[in-house]
C-alpha cells in the first residue's frame, strides 16, 4: 500500500531531528510534527538554556575570588530581566536553526500535535490525517510531580525556573537528582537564598558515593542549605510566602518552590494503545536494541523510552534508526560507557562504573582516589576541594569507571570516557605524560592504591 510519507517523526527535539535528518538526506520522503518548538527540551527548556544560567551564574563567585587576584570587584550587580530576554533571543536563533537544517535536509515540518490513529497513520491537529511507512516516537519527557502533595499546586518545576518573572529572595528546592542539584547552584549563585530538601541521605543517586559525598560538602560550601533525610508534607501559601512543612517537625518559608523530582516519558494522549505500541509500567516505550517498538512500522528514540534519559544518547539513537531503516546499515547504539555531567557548582563528571557497582557486580577494585585544593583555590586562601577518583578491575588492571568533581570536570571525563570505551588499562593510562598545571594531570599521576579505613577518613 502507498503511503503519504516514508517517515513521519512525532517531536522535533534531538532524537527526532537528527532522525528526520538523515532519512532526509538519503532521499526518502519525510515529515515531522512538533507541538511546542523545534528544538525540544534540550534546546527550549533543558540543557541550553540551563548552562547559560549556569554561567550567569557563576560570575558571582568568580566575582569573588577576584579580590584575592587582585581585582577589585564590587558593585557589580544582576540583572534578571536582561539576562532572561538575551537568553530567549539565543534560544530562538538556535530553535531557528533546528528549522533551517531540518528543511534543507529536505523534511518538512508540520506544527501541530499528532497523535497516532494506527500503525502508519497519524493525525496532526491542523494537518489532517497523514500515512506513512515508518513512524519514529521522539516526543522526550516531562517533569514528574507527586499530585497527592497538599499544595502541589503551588509549586514550579525546571520548566517555569527558565521564565520566570523575578527571581525569587528565597527558593526551596526538592530532589537530589542532576535538575535539583544544578539549579540549586544557579539559584545560590544569583543571590537566591537556596535550601535544598532531598529525602536520601546523599544527593545523586546511583553516582559514585565518594562523589555524592564530596559534593554534599562542596555545595553547602558554597552557600546552599542541605536538608536530608526528610520530605515535604505540605505547601502552604501564607501572607509572607510559601510554607513548607517537613516531615522531620520543620516549616521552612520560601517565595518559590521548585520540584525536581524526576522526569517521564511523554506519551500520554499519544494514541500507542491504536497503534499497538507496548509500554512499561513506568510509561516508557519499549523498545529493541534498533529502537523498534511492539508495533511493525513503528519505533521510538530519546527520553520516551527512558533508557539513558541524555541529548547526546538520544542523538545516537536516532542516527542509528536512520542508518538502519533508511541507508541498509543496520546499527544499535551502544549503550555502555556513555559520559555524563552534572553541572552542578563545582560540576562533576563521571564515566563508567561507581565504586558499588562495580563491587556488586562481583568485581575485585583498586581505588585510586584523591581529594585536594585546585591551585586557583590556594592562591587566595579558597577551600573548595577537587576530587579524582578512578575505579580499576585487580586482576585485568582496566579502568572501569573514572569519577571527577572539580572545576572543567565536564570537559575532562569526555576525554577520558575515549579511553574507557577503548577499555584502557591502569598503566595504559599512567603512561600518558601529564599536562602541567592542570587539574586532570593528577588524574595520570596517581600511584598508590587509596585503603579505605572509616568513611570519616574522606
Ligand atoms: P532524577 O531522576 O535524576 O532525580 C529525581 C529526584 O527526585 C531524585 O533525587 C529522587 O529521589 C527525587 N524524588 C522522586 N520522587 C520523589 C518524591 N515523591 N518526593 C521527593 N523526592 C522525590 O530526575 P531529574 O528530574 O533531576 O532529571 C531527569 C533526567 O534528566 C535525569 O535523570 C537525566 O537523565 C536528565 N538530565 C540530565 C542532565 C545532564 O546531563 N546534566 C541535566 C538535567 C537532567 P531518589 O534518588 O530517592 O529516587
Not at 583555590?377 to 576530587?387: D, R, V
Not at 575505579?391 to 588492571?397: F, G, N, P, W
Request: glycine letters at 12%.
Amino acid at each position: 500500500m502507498a503511503h503519504d510519507l516514508d517517515l513521519f517523526v512525532i517531536g522535533a527535539g534531538s532524537g527526532g531531528v537528527r532522525a528526520a535528518r538523515l532519512a532526509a538526506q538519503s532521499g526518502a520522503k519525510v515529515a515531522v510534527a512538533e507541538e511546542y518548538r523545534v528544538g525540544g527540551t534540550c534546546v527550549i527548556r533543558g540543557c541550553v538554556p540551563k548552562k547559560f544560567m549556569v554561567y550567569a551564574s557563576e560570575f558571582a563567585h568568580y566575582a569573588h575570588i577576584s579580590e584575592g587576584y587582585g581585582w577589585s570587584a564590587s558593585g557589580s550587580s544582576f540583572d534578571w530581566s536582561r539576562f532572561r530576554e538575551a537568553k530567549d533571543r539565543e534560544i530562538s536563533r538556535l530553535s531557528g536553526l533546528y528549522i533551517a537544517n531540518l528543511t534543507r535536509a529536505g523534511a518538512s515540518l508540520m506544527e501541530g500535535r499528532a497523535v497516532l490513529k494506527g500503525p502508519h497513520t497519524v493525525e496532526v491537529a491542523g494537518h489532517g490525517e497523514v500515512t506513512a511507512q515508518k513512524i519514529l516516537i521522539a516526543t522526550g519527557g516531562r517533569p514528574w510531580r507527586p499530585q497527592d502533595l497538599p499544595g502541589v499546586e503551588h509549586t514550579i518545576t525546571s520548566e517555569e525556573a527558565f521564565d520566570l518573572p523575578a527571581l525569587p529572595r528565597r527558593i526551596l528546592i526538592v530532589g537530589g537528582g542532576y535538575i535539583a542539584v544544578e539549579f540549586a547552584g544557579i539559584f545560590a549563585g544569583l543571590g537566591v537564598e537556596t535550601t535544598l530538601l532531598y529525602r536520601g541521605d546523599a544527593i545523586l543517586r546511583g553516582f559514585d558515593d565518594d562523589v555524592r559525598h564530596h559534593l554534599s560538602r562542596e555545595i553547602e560550601r558554597r552557600g546552599i542549605r542541605l536538608l536530608l533525610g526528610q520530605t515535604q508534607t505540605s505547601i502552604e501559601k501564607g501572607p509572607n510566602g510559601l510554607l513548607s512543612r517537613l516531615s522531620g517537625g520543620d516549616a521552612i518559608e520560601t517565595d518559590q518552590v521548585m520540584l525536581a523530582t524526576g522526569r517521564a516519558p511523554h506519551t500520554a494522549g499519544l494514541g500507542l494503545a491504536a497503534a499497538g505500541v507496548e509500554v512499561s509500567s513506568s510509561g516508557a516505550i519499549v523498545v529493541d536494541g534498533f529502537s523498534k517498538t511492539s508495533a511493525p512500522g513503528i519505533w521510538a528514540v530519546g527520553d520516551v523510552t527512558d533508557r539513558i534519559n541524555l541529548t547526546p544518547v538520544a542523538i545516537r539513537e536516532g542516527a542509528a534508526f536512520a542508518q538502519t531503516e533508511f541507508y541498509g546499515n543496520p546499527t544499535r547504539f551502544d549503550h555502555d560507557m556513555v559520559a555524563s555531567a552534572v553541572f552542578s557548582q563545582p560540576p562533576v563528571g563521571s564515566v563508567g562504573l561507581s565504586e558499588t557497582e562495580a563491587r556488586n557486580g562481583g568485581a575485585e577494585v583498586d581505588i585510586y582516589m584523591s581529594s585536594f585544593r585546585p591551585m586557583k583555590e590556594t592562591f587566595y586562601g579558597g577551600q573548595e576541594q577537587a576530587l579524582i577518583k578512578l575505579v580499576v578491575e585487580t586482576k585485568s588492571q582496566k579502568i572501569l569507571g573514572c569519577h571527577v568533581v572539580g572545576p572543567d570536570s565536564p570537559e575532562i571525563i569526555q576525554m577520558a570516557a575515549i579511553a574507557l570505551k577503548m577499555g584502557v588499562t591502569k598503566s595504559q593510562w599512567d603512561s600518558t605524560c601529564a599536562v602541567h598545571p592542570t587539574l586532570s594531570e593528577e588524574l595520570v599521576t596517581m600511584k598508590d592504591k587509596f585503603v579505605r579505613a572509616t568513611r570519616a577518613d574522606h
